[in-house]
Structures are given as structure tokens and as C-alpha cells.
């Protein structure tokens, strides 16, 4: 069923730094898509099937922009090392085992029931090196109802040889067979290439990897100014490049031409902030990974300034866990140690602004997504935080609020993607 009429307290952003609120409101939702909010429900649609969710809360789905499918199995671990070192210890020999499709089929389903319980309606996924385990990926996701995009990542140096491709010929032939299986069988999850960042891909899989990107107009994702030992290695690998952001933007893999993620970004500085600015790359904010591998805190409040694009991740498994919820809170806590402890010229997140990242500022990827704006796909999350005690009356932006800090899985009670309800 498409076409249906919401009831309820109505959340989203009006902006940035702004909510829109609107208690006891209805939401009208026809072919899967917003038609609009309304303190009343106009007669043309009052014959809809509606459904009244009373006091609960209705916000828009979240949109997880940065996740790794392969390093489901041992999140929580190894967060005592920083990036470097834990690629080495933990991700690289994990990501190993995915040759095995047992493994991969244990592990895959394991990660798509949890992330279709979760708060996360879309998400672009890294899997691994191995195109068969990818391709099972995405058939799970394909029937969680998730729209999801997902990489098959690509490697050919500065690795170990389980997970590193034999050559450039094969690497991109593997990866085009990949490609091609992906768009014949999937509707609502689609391929991204992912070379996994500078020091582990060579220039001329790089050249190659566009060549792949323009034949079949694909989105891209990677890292980007995470680590200050990745970026003196990227210095040393790519010598002649301004910076780590021009060192993909050479290639061609910078957006500009197509959509582009790349993670991180806390250390970027004023020229490859340009750069991404210039070229539209999104920036994909993964606050508790970049505090548990110790790579610092992005300055967050400065790029929604400057007008960058800006999502919210989890970064599993340098984040923890997959919750949004999770992921909002930490990147307001962050905020508020940067501003404190490093710089005071930038403010630290509100609420508001980190909602707006989870919704609004992730879902511009995907399309119209993340409001409740005439013509955008509905995609929503219902909330009953009827448990979360209070003993005086709370606004809808202080209810929500308390969510971020206080809320998880167990106070979301349904789950709308492109107007189809998964639970």
C-alpha cells in the first residue's frame, strides 16, 4: 500500500539549524511519496486508509552514509589502536574470511536484519575485495525493503595478499562483472565503486576505476583526511597532488561529474575544503569511529556554515554500533570537546543541526529524501518514547532530543522506506 495517510507529531528540518514541528499533524503519502503535512487532513484525501499513531513521534528515515558491511563481525574490538595499525590487526585479516560464502552468509545476515531493525532507511556499504560475497550482500539487502548502495571494494597495494587483487586487469574486470550482475538483478540496491582510499590503490587502477565510473555512471566513496599518518603517507604516494583530496580528483573520482562520498574529512584543510565544496563530494561525518580510533573531531558546525554537504555515519567498525540514534549523540558530544578543549571559533552541534545531518543532510544523497516536503519519497521512522519517564511536559524538540540521548531500536515501532512499511 502507497498511498495512506499519516497521523501524528510530525518532526523534520525546516533547515539546518532549524525543526519543523507540527503536533497531532497528518501527513498525506500517495505512490510512495509526501504530498505534504496538514493540521488538518484536506478533504481530497480523506478517504485514504490512515494510520493514527496517537502520541508517538514521526520523523523522516535516517540515512547512514559511511558503513562496513565486512567489519560487522568484530565492531567494538581493537579500539585501542589507531587507523593504521587497526586496518592492519583487525580489518584486513577479517575482511580475508569473506572468500569463504559461509562466512560471508553468516556474517551478511547478521548485519542486514540488524540494520533493517535499525533507524537506517538508506546506507551506503562498503563490503570487501570479493565479488561473489558482495553480490550476496546486496541480494540481502534487495529483500530487507532498505534502499541501499553498495561497493565492492578494490585494492591493489599497500595490503595484505588475501585482500589485495592479483593485478590491475583483474581487479577491474572482476569489478565490471560485478557491476553488471548488480544492475540486471537489483531494483533497490545499486552498485557504488569504492576504491578503499589512496595507499591502497595504484594509479593506474585509479585511471581504470573511472574509465568503469564513466561507462556506466556510477557513484563513488572512500576515506579522506581521517588520520594524520594516512595523510603523510598519501603525501609520500602522491607526490605531485596539492593534497589527499587531489589525489582522487586527478582521476576523475572527486565528484563533479557524478555523486561522491568520502568519509571523515577531519583534518581537511582550506584548499581540499574548497575542492569539496567546488565538486559537491559529500561528507560522510562518523563522530564515534573517528573518536575510537583516535582521528580527531571534524568541525562540523564550520562545513554547514561554508555550505558543504554533510551526512551522518556509524563507521562500523571503527563506530561501534549501527544506531543513528547513537551516532547524533556523538556527534554533538564531540562538537561540544573540540569546541572546548581546540577551538572555540567553532561552535559545537546542536540537536537540531544533528538531525539535520541524519536526515536531511545524508538523504540529499539518495534524492529527494530525508523531509516531509511535497514530492519526496517516504521514507520514516514512528518512535513511542512513552517509556523514556518524565515528570513535566516536554515539547516535540525537547522529546526528540531525549530520544538522541536516551532512545534506541526498542522505542521505534514502524519503519516506512519509499512509502512501503517494513514493520
Not at 523534520?12 to 505534504?36: F, I, K, M, Q
Not at 586527478?250 to 571523515?264: K, L, N, S, T, V
Not at 514502524?414 to 512509502?419: L, M
Amino acid at each position: 500500500m502507497k498511498d495512506f495517510v499519516i497521523k501524528g507529531h510530525l518532526v523534520d528540518s525546516e533547515s539546518p539549524d532549524r525543526l519543523r514541528c507540527l503536533e497531532n499533524g497528518y501527513l498525506v503519502v500517495t505512490d510512495g511519496l509526501c504530498r505534504g503535512v496538514f493540521p488538518a487532513l484536506p478533504e481530497r484525501w480523506a478517504s485514504l486508509p490512515l494510520a493514527d499513531f496517537g502520541d508517538r513521534l514521526v520523523v523522516p528515515g535516517m540515512c547512514d552514509l559511511h558503513v562496513h558491511a565486512g567489519q560487522f563481525a568484530f565492531r567494538g574490538l581493537g579500539m585501542d589502536l589507531e587507523l593504521l595499525e587497526w586496518l592492519d590487526t583487525y580489518t584486513f585479516p577479517e575482511e580475508a574470511k569473506f572468500k569463504d560464502l559461509a562466512y560471508a552468509e553468516l556474517v551478511y545476515d547478521a548485519f542486514v536484519s540488524v540494520l533493517r531493525r535499525s533507524c537506517t532507511t538508506r546506507a551506503s556499504i562498503f563490503a570487501t575485495i570479493h565479488p561473489e560475497a558482495t553480490l550476496l550482500l546486496m541480494e540481502k539487502l534487495e529483500a530487507s525493503g532498505l534502499r541501499t548502495l553498495v561497493g565492492k571494494v578494490n585494492m591493489d597495494r599497500n595490503c595484505p595478499d588475501p585482500v589485495r587483487e592479483p593485478d590491475v586487469a583483474t581487479a577491474l574486470r572482476t569489478t565490471e562483472d560485478w557491476i553488471c550482475a548488480a544492475l540486471s538483478r537489483f531494483q533497490h540496491t545499486r552498485p557504488i565503486l569504492t576504491p578503499r582510499f589512496i595507499p591502497t590503490c595504484s594509479d593506474a587502477l585509479m585511471e581504470g576505476l573511472k574509465g568503469l565510473q564513466r561507462k556506466y555512471g556510477l557513484p563513488t566513496q572512500s576515506h579522506l583526511s581521517e588520520n594524520y599518518g594516512e595523510i603523510a603517507w598519501v603525501r609520500e604516494l602522491s607526490p605531485d597532488a596539492d593534497h589527499y583530496g587531489d589525489a582522487y580528483d586527478r582521476f576523475g573520482m572527486f565528484g563533479g561529474d557524478h555523486r561522491c562520498i568520502m568519509a571523515h574529512c577531519v583534518h581537511s584543510g582550506d584548499e581540499e575544503l574548497e575542492l569539496i565544496r567546488r565538486n559537491g563530494v559529500f561528507i560522510a561525518h562518523s563522530p564515534e569511529s573517528n573518536m575510537n580510533i583516535a582521528s580527531g573531531v571534524a568541525p562540523i558546525s564550520r562545513y554547514l556554515a561554508m555550505g558543504l554537504r554533510v551526512g551522518l555515519a556509524t563507521d562500523l567498525a571503527g563506530g561501534s554500533q549501527e544506531s543513528m540514534l547513537r551516532a547524533m549523540m556523538h556527534a554533538i558530544q564531540a562538537s561540544k570537546l573540540r569546541w572546548r578543549l581546540l577551538d572555540e571559533r567553532v561552535a559545537p552541534l546542536t540537536a537540531a543541526q544533528a538531525f539535520w545531518l541524519a536526515t536531511a543532510g545524508g538523504g540529499e544523497f539518495f534524492g529527494k529524501v530525508g523531509r516531509f516536503l511535497e514530492g519526496y519519497e517516504f521514507d520514516a521512522l514512528v518512535f513511542d518514547d512513552s517509556a523514556l519517564l518524565h515528570a513535566i511536559p516536554l515539547d516535540l524538540p525537547s522529546r526528540l532530543e531525549r530520544l538522541i540521548y536516551l532512545g534506541d531500536d526498542r522505542n521505534l515501532c514502524a519503519k516506512y522506506v519509499a512509502g512501503q512499511r517494513l514493520f
